[in-house]
């Protein structure tokens, strides 16, 4: 499944390779990027290993070798077709977010 179109975004900002990690509670393949969380502070977050239509962060590397997560708003996302959905969302292992 690795049969990934050809890379229409030759941005400047790209996502480098995040290093690709496994969810402990599904086994899916997963990736880690940093986000700061409202309260000011910086968590890491697990995103799906494949870019999804239905993504809703954008992964960056910094300069520095990190990679973060930035939140996308819903007019730009048709914009990047690297978008990326967050494991919470679609891991099978994890019960749904209700409300
Ligand atoms: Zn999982």
Do not use: Y
């Not at 899916?28 to 409202?38: G, L, M, N, P, S």
């Not at 968590?43 to 239905?54: K, T």
């Not at 809703?56 to 690297?82: C, F, M, N």
Request: hydrophobic residues 30%.
């Amino acid at each position: 499944m690795s049969n990934v179109p050809a890379q229409a975004m030759a941005g400047s900002m790209g996502e480098g390779s995040p290093r690709v990690a496994k969810c402990r509670d599904c086994g899916e393949d997963i990736v880690w990027a940093k986000r700061t969380k409202k309260d000011g502070s910086v968590g890491n977050l697990p995103f799906d290993a494949s870019h999804s239509v239905d993504g809703t962060h954008q992964l960056r590397r910094t300069a520095a070798g990190e990679v973060w997560a930035d939140w996308i708003s819903p007019k730009q996302r048709h914009l990047s077709q690297t978008l990326r959905v967050c494991h919470f969302d679609t891991c099978v292992m994890r019960p749904p977010r209700n409300g």
